[in-house]
């Protein structure tokens, strides 16, 4: 890995932000790779889709922003829509699929749905670390950190007494993208 | 305003990154303004000096990186060391005093001691509101934003239950900002 390219989207209150601090600080500070982690606002932002663009490097980041994604996540159809056409050729695509019904065909690509809202719902009762279990398939599914990495980045990263929850929700999210790729396989 | 670029240092644990992330969504969500907030990792930022950039703009932002800061923040002396040099001709300085020992002299440039630690460990009790208060007074002095949209901006960004804490120390930099003002002039 030279540079890889990741765009974390959705809609505000989902936690994108904070997925993308996270993984910066675990490729930063715990894989000593060269990263910088960006969001953007404007005036169209409000109540639409939201991404957090995060550039890792195994030198030091010229330019920050994501111009063709290695790996697009969507959490939202919206953001779906909007995003899309940053993702590389031949990229990796994961999208909620209770949250992204349409996923339109994108030729040399590899689609993963990790239903990462229905299983923080269902199986750890808090819809909010649907973020950590989508963080979880996706530090599986593209190694953009190491796992111990991650583990450290969200233990620093929440708020103090709920990284117990949050650490169950990525190692979820792991599992998760385990299973999803036996079935592409 | 065309273009403000701010840069906030200090080092990990002191809450740069989510002051950052508040300015920008005070100016970005709430000031309709075009945003970008950047934060930089590599393998020397690991216990050294740690920055959030954000570049605050009427127009969409194509280089979202600081080139040269209208606004420093210094909170800590190795990160004033670090990126006093990237401070604009002309610009605005602000350090916290009690760990920021050594001002050297910048001709031309106004600077502003807020006590921001001192206040937040003697008058709210909490040490780690530090940040809030050197955000009330960045705001004051530069105006960044609005007070309106940085107070809606803080409510959303921290920890629910801790926003009665993290308003009031806001409200003390603001305060400490027009008292330290008052000062100057």
Request: a negative charge; aromatic letters at 4%; hydrophobic letters at 40%.
């Amino acid at each position: 890995m030279s540079r890889m390219e990741v765009k974390i989207s959705g809609f505000g209150g989902q936690g994108i932000v904070l997925a993308g601090i996270i993984i910066a600080r675990a490729a930063g500070l715990h894989d000593k790779k060269y990263v910088t982690q960006t969001q953007s606002y404007g005036p169209e932002a409000r109540g639409g889709a939201c991404a957090s663009e995060i550039v890792i490097s195994d030198e030091k980041v010229d330019y920050p922003l994501v111009e063709e994604a290695d790996v697009l996540v969507a959490m939202s159809q919206e953001a779906l829509n909007h995003y899309l056409s940053t993702l590389k050729e031949g990229g990796t695509l994961l999208v909620d699929p209770d949250l992204v019904p349409e996923v339109p065909e994108v030729p040399g690509s590899k689609i993963y749905k990790i239903a990462a809202t229905r299983v923080a719902t269902n199986e750890l009762g808090r819809k909010i670390v649907a973020n950590m279990v989508m963080l979880g398939s996706l530090v599986h599914i593209s190694g953009v950190s190491t796992n111990k990495a991650i583990k450290e980045a969200v233990r620093e990263s929440v708020p103090p007494g709920t990284e117990g929850l949050n650490l169950k929700a990525l190692e979820k999210g792991m599992k998760l993208a385990r299973e999803v790729a036996d079935e592409i396989i």
